[in-house]
């Protein structure tokens, strides 16, 4: 694929978008900050406390103070709540940006689409977070490349939510032979714009636009699978 022209269509797409982009993004790293800010509250280690006791060789400090600053069990569930609604908030953005690149209507509250299919999309988070793990024990290239073949499941799933997680990892897989390496020299195209994401609220400015970029690269590689396969090479969609 172009990946210029991949880029000129997310940027289109931008100015086209019924709802502000750059708005959407705003009030997803806000709900995302507070959502950090109450997880690390919830844990209560300083870390930096812990480094020093050690620095010192105090281990002893050290292995008290985490005891003395571990949280208890409803803690722990709390902090696990939180994590999945940053993944269904993620979700959300998804759902998105997708309609975004279709140039369909879109608005603030396709953030909150995600919980629609809080399961499905836990599940899915879960299992191929488990799938990369379990290649990653072989080593780590098998762990990387395991992460591009699974990295359009949750697009799958969004885009067609009667699809099963599995169905989703299977047909991520499919979709993603012979077309890993090209997504990773997409992502290494953005390594600028990812850089400059770790400044604070310039994300805000540089997600729709990558996110975007990803949406299309989806999409156009969907449209050339359907393509291929109404030559002869059929699979499941038809």
């Known amino acids: 694929m172009d990946r210029g022209a991949l880029k000129a269509d997310a940027k289109d797409a ?18 995302s900050y507070v959502i950090t800010v109450l997880s690390v509250r919830l844990m209560r280690i300083d870390v930096t406390v812990y480094l020093r006791l050690l ?11 985490i005891i003395s600053s ?20 993620n979700a959300g953005f998804i759902i998105f940006t997708l309609k ?8 603030l509250w396709n953030l909150m689409d995600g919980f629609q299919h809080f399961l499905k999309v836990i599940g899915l988070r879960i299992l191929t977070s488990l799938y990369v793990f379990l290649w990653s024990l072989l080593l ?14 949750i ?28 997504l990773f020299i997409l992502d290494l195209s953005f390594i600028g714009w990812a850089l400059l994401s ?24 969907r449209r050339l699978d359907y393509e291929r396969r109404s030559a002869g090479d059929f699979g499941r969609w038809q």
């Open 70 to 89: 571990r949280p208890g069990s409803f803690a722990y569930l709390i902090d696990a709540l939180l994590r999945c609604m940053m993944l269904l908030l």
């Open 100 to 107: 975004m690149v279709r140039r369909q209507e879109n608005s």
């Open 55 to 65: 620095a010192l060789n105090d281990t002893d400090a050290a292995i008290n103070y």
């Open 14 to 31: 931008m100015r086209q978008s019924q709802t502000s982009p750059y708005i959407t993004s705003l009030i997803y790293c806000a709900i």
């Open 198 to 221: 770790s400044i604070p609220f310039v994300s805000i400015y540089t997600m729709p636009y990558m996110e975007g970029t990803y949406a299309i690269y989806y999409r156009e590689l």
């Open 140 to 153: 780590v290239i098998p762990g990387i490349v395991a992460a591009y073949r699974y990295r359009l499941a």
């Open 155 to 182: 697009y799958l799933l969004l885009d067609h939510p009667d699809m099963g997680i599995g169905e989703c990892i299977r047909e991520s897989k499919r979709l993603m032979r012979g077309r890993k390496a090209e």
